[in-house]
């Protein structure tokens, strides 16, 4: 007995499951993965404490009249802690070698480093949020009987941002150098000496591309729109930087 094999045409109406993760399931891992060290669980809790401990101490010396002036420190110091925690994301990996292990399991680095910048924005959120809710909270405390809550809602969301931008800058810079040392150093030694210097020499020119001074002037409801225009250019060049250079960097 004999038996004819057909050979059929091979089906294309089965779906295909892509083998890289979705980007939310990517940014969930890259989230806990910067919280899962000391260094990232350090950032967190000084960005969180920073700002209710510092209002508290300035407190010691003059009472609190107005929320706009201390809410607009507070979004700003809560910014710069918040530019450590999106470096050692970035610059960490490649720092500590384990860039390789991240591109061999998702081997498209844009879209790595989409969920990496989608990550740290959500966590200086989020932190800074814990921050400007504790300050608002100590203001409330150490405040005089008629005190001025005028623009507290201002500073709240602007310290958020603030989290979210500064976390973003400082992965995206990460990104850039891919050496955490080299973008830490740079990015505090440019935001707290070279741009406050420059300010004092040339002032149009320093209020024109300090972020840190951007940050606390929008807090406080001053110069919103300039703020906001600095804030944002320092986001897009930051990030445009850190992607190219991504994308061409040799994995080693």
Do not use: C
Not at 95 to 100: E, G, N
Not at 121 to 137: D, E, T
Not at 188 to 195: S, T
């Amino acid at each position: 007995m004999t038996e004819t094999l057909t050979l059929s045409a091979p089906r294309t109406d089965v779906p295909v499951r892509g083998t890289a993760p979705s980007l939310p399931t990517l940014v969930g891992l890259e989230m806990r993965k910067s919280t899962s060290h000391r260094s990232g669980r350090g950032f967190a809790a000084a960005a969180m404490l920073m700002g209710p401990v510092g209002l508290a101490l300035a407190a010691l010396d003059a009472e609190l009249g107005a929320v706009s002036g201390p809410m607009g420190v507070t979004a700003m110091m809560t910014g710069l802690v918040m530019l450590a925690l999106g470096v050692v994301s970035t610059a960490g990996e490649w720092t500590h070698r384990t860039v390789q292990t991240s591109y061999l399991l998702v081997p498209r680095r844009g879209l790595v480093q989409t969920a990496k910048v989608a990550a740290v924005a959500l966590l200086g959120a989020a932190f800074a949020a814990v921050s400007g809710v504790g300050s608002l909270g100590v203001i409330a405390l150490v405040g005089v009987d008629d005190l001025n809550w005028d623009g507290w809602a201002q500073g709240l969301w602007v310290t958020v941002a603030a989290g979210a931008v500064f976390a973003v800058v400082g992965a995206g810079i990460g990104a850039a150098t891919a050496n955490t040392t080299a973008a830490l150093t740079v990015l505090y030694l440019l935001i707290l000496g070279v741009l406050p210097l420059l300010r004092v020499s040339r002032p149009e020119l320093g209020d024109a591309v300090d972020p840190a001074h951007a940050t606390m002037l929008l807090g406080q409801g001053m110069a919103e729109q300039r703020s906001i225009l600095i804030l944002t250019g320092w986001v897009l060049v930051a990030t445009v930087a850190g992607w190219v250079l991504t994308k061409r960097r040799a994995v080693q």
